[in-house]
T-cell receptor, first 113, second 113 residues
Framework: EADIYQTPRYLVIGTGKKITLECSQT?????MYWYQQDPGMELHLIHY???????EKGDLSSESTVSRIRTEHFPLTLESARPSHTSQYLC????????????FGPGTRLTVL | GDSVTQMEGPVTLSEEAFLTINCTYT??????LFWYVQYPGEGLQLLLK?????DKGSNKGFEATYRKETTSFHLEKGSVQVSDSAVYFC????????????FGGGTRVLVKP
């Protein structure tokens, strides 16, 4: 089983607030990812990182930003939350070796009022 | 580019029925194939995977065979339980695309007692 954690699990905030969604993994994986999952279930890659000090934008444009200062930590920040940011956010990590299988955290459900 | 197509749901079954979820893919390279499962309110869990043609992945009574000739990776279970109610995602990881995951749209399965 994968050891990847996300906090908070649920967050309800008002428009204009700055928020940070936390993601940590204890497996020493180099690669980490953030996905946004819409109510229709479809998953969209919004950010990824192949290692410390490496971050890239994903396939879906997002107003969020990420940082990777430590291998185990990959936080996502929204400077000014809006109702359009309401979604489920999933973090994942994978090892460079083998099949590069991605393991997912439990997700953060964000609601912006 | 790479793509994954899986059957739309919802799929509603009675307990002990046979389950099949179709999945076909398009990839430029030689992908690894995955099935992930998402239970209500949770993140994605890896269900099974296959890394090369004719490989069979299996876990918890679920099976899927990597069919290169038909570019398919159909998920099957012989006798479903109520606890199998979830959303199932087919995905591929293509080394030619940097090993990023490409997901299908997800299939919701509801098993009734």
């Amino acid at each position: 089983e994968a050891d990847i954690y996300q906090t908070p699990r649920y967050l309800v905030i008002g428009t204009g607030k700055k928020i940070t969604l936390e993601c940590s993994q204890t497996m020493g994986h180099d690669k980490m990812y953030w996905y946004q999952q819409d109510p229709g279930m479809e998953l969209h890659l919004i950010h990824y990182s192949y290692g410390v000090n490496s971050t890239e934008k994903g396939d879906l444009s997002s107003e969020s930003t990420v940082s990777r200062i430590r291998t185990e930590h990959f936080p996502l920040t929204l400077e000014s939350a809006r109702p359009s940011h309401t979604s489920q956010y999933l973090c994942a990590s994978s090892d460079r070796a083998g099949t590069d299988t991605q393991y997912f955290g439990p997700g953060t459900r964000l609601t912006v009022l | 580019g790479d793509s994954v197509t899986q059957m739309e749901g919802p799929v509603t079954l009675s307990e002990e029925a046979f389950l099949t979820i179709n999945c076909t893919y398009t990839a430029t390279g030689y992908p690894s194939l995955f099935w992930y499962v998402q239970y209500p309110g949770e993140g994605l869990q890896l269900l099974l995977k296959a890394t090369k043609a004719d490989d069979k992945g299996s876990n918890k009574g679920f099976e899927a065979t990597y069919r290169k000739e038909t570019t398919s990776f159909h998920l099957e279970k012989g006798s479903v339980q109520v606890s199998d109610s979830a959303v199932y995602f087919c995905a591929l990881s293509d080394q030619a695309a940097g090993n990023k995951l490409t997901f299908g749209g997800g299939t919701r399965v509801l098993v009734k007692p």
